[in-house]
């Protein structure tokens, strides 16, 4: 078996044990302190807007070239075959608007 230990030992590691406590408490205490929890929601918070954020830009980003791919040529000129039409269909939504908002008025 072996050897009991020396109460010189044991005070000597009853010591080191009290100072990683003691390092333990204070990095619990750090970890749980409102300030470092609010920072930490925050900059998880902060993370998921970034990437949300991110991900509606290439979205929009996507949905605009694809519309623009349906009214302009490879060649950058205009597809007026697309363009008149849709134009035409601009112009009678805002006649509409326009008489609907007329009507309101009196």
């Not at 005070?11 to 990095?27: F, G, P, T, Y």
């Not at 900059?43 to 791919?69: C, I, L, M, P, Q």
């Amino acid at each position: 078996m072996s050897e009991p230990r020396t109460p010189a030992q044991i005070e000597a590691d009853i010591i080191s044990r009290r100072e990683q406590l003691a390092v333990v408490l204070d990095e619990i205490g750090v970890r749980m302190h409102p300030k470092t929890m609010m920072g930490d929601a925050k900059a998880r918070v902060a993370s998921t807007v970034d990437r949300t954020a991110g991900r509606a830009f290439v979205a929009v980003n996507r949905s605009v070239s694809d519309v623009r791919a349906q009214f302009v040529a490879e060649d950058g000129s205009p597809r007026l075959e697309r363009v008149i039409p849709a134009a035409l269909v601009v112009v009678g939504v805002v006649a509409l608007l326009s008489v609907s908002a007329r009507r309101k008025r009196r």
